[in-house]
């Protein structure tokens, strides 16, 4: 009886243990543990960087969420995964994302064919007013040191070819009929429900 009781006891640690790891990614993954000290590459400490992000990177990087260029993004939500099989359902409610309403989108995002929108037909170029001369204007271009260095012009070189050898990270086609706006204000990061951890490890293989 004593050593059932026992076996009752480890089974429900064993269990908590698994469920607390499940729910607390922490406690799941080394990298995810909290750090402090000194950081040796630069004069501070971990708490020095944490205040900083929050106190000062933090709020900057608020507003500009807000902002109509990092607010609405452009994406195909019916594009298929290259990596692996997905039917795309869930059954938790905020896996749902909102897109937005054609009225809803800004004329600046939408881009060039919406010209007609906002009579962008060009017209406007030919306006008197918009071909008088600016009265602050010398009739010259200031000086502009356009030297560069061998080795600065050979970094970007460098620069170009590695860009050039690398996907996009977002692959944005503007012609895709299927692609539509999101606001990312009506979708808020949030538990989905979205189980990471596969999708973390196929990523890191990959990358090998």
């Known amino acids: 009886m004593l050593l059932q009781s026992v076996l009752n006891v480890l089974l429900c640690a064993v269990i908590f243990e698994q469920c607390f790891a499940y729910f607390n990614l922490e406690k799941q993954d080394d990298c995810f543990c909290q750090l402090s000290g000194k950081i040796d590459e630069c004069t501070c400490n971990i708490d020095t960087v944490d205040h900083f992000n929050n106190v000062k990177i933090f709020p900057r990087l608020r507003s500009l969420l807000v902002k109509d260029y990092f607010r609405f993004y452009k994406v195909n939500l019916k594009r298929p995964c290259p990596f692996w099989t997905d039917d795309s359902r869930c059954a938790i409610r ?8 054609e009225d809803d989108i800004p004329v600046g995002i939408k881009g060039a064919s919406f010209t007609q929108e906002t009579n962008g037909d060009g017209k406007e170029k030919y306006l008197r007013k918009a071909n008088e001369d600016c009265s602050s204007h010398h009739g010259e271009l200031d000086y502009l040191n356009k030297t560069i260095s061998k080795k600065a012009q050979k970094n970007m070189e460098l620069w ?3 860009d050039d050898a690398l996907d996009n990270f977002c692959d944005i086609d503007e012609n895709d009929q299927e692609a539509e706006y999101v606001d990312l204000l ?21 990358n090998d």
């Open 94 to 101: 905020y896996c749902h994302v909102e897109s937005c309403e």
């Open 160 to 162: 170009d070819a590695y």
């Open 186 to 206: 009506l979708n808020p990061e949030r538990y989905t429900g979205y189980v990471v951890g596969y999708v973390c490890r196929e990523t890191f293989h990959f």
